[in-house]
């Protein structure tokens, strides 16, 4: 009975700091202040950090980019393309230099590079 007892206070405990999560609008940083020439352009979630007390109070609300993301040399042009899993690169991303050419590819599985070549 008593190891039953400390098996459910503990799955308790960690239902407790569970995480929620909800697709956030996204976010975009740019070049300049007057928020012309854009930079970067992401998707994120936002992860839901509860207290251990019980309570269902958020402790804190941790924002991770999940989904597309782009990143642009100054001039407009794409300078780099990929996806994001849980805040970490996942699948296929792209480089680009300056005049659009293609110059990389690399293939990513939760975060881990496992591939990378240039184009022929």
Do not use: C
């Amino acid at each position: 009975m008593k190891k039953f007892l400390i098996i459910v206070i503990s799955l308790l405990f960690f239902v407790n700091l569970g995480f929620s999560q909800h697709v956030g609008d996204g976010g975009k940083t740019y070049y300049d202040k007057n928020k012309t020439k854009l930079k970067e352009v992401y998707n994120y979630k936002e992860v839901n950090v509860f207290s251990a007390t019980g309570d269902h109070s958020i402790v804190e609300v941790i924002k991770k980019k999940h989904g597309p993301y782009f990143y642009y040399y100054e001039s407009g042009k794409i300078k780099i393309s990929g996806n994001y899993k849980n805040d970490e690169k996942h699948g296929e991303w792209k480089y680009f230099n300056a005049e659009g050419s293609l110059i990389k590819t690399e293939e990513y599985e939760k975060g881990k590079l496992i591939n990378s070549k240039r184009p022929e």
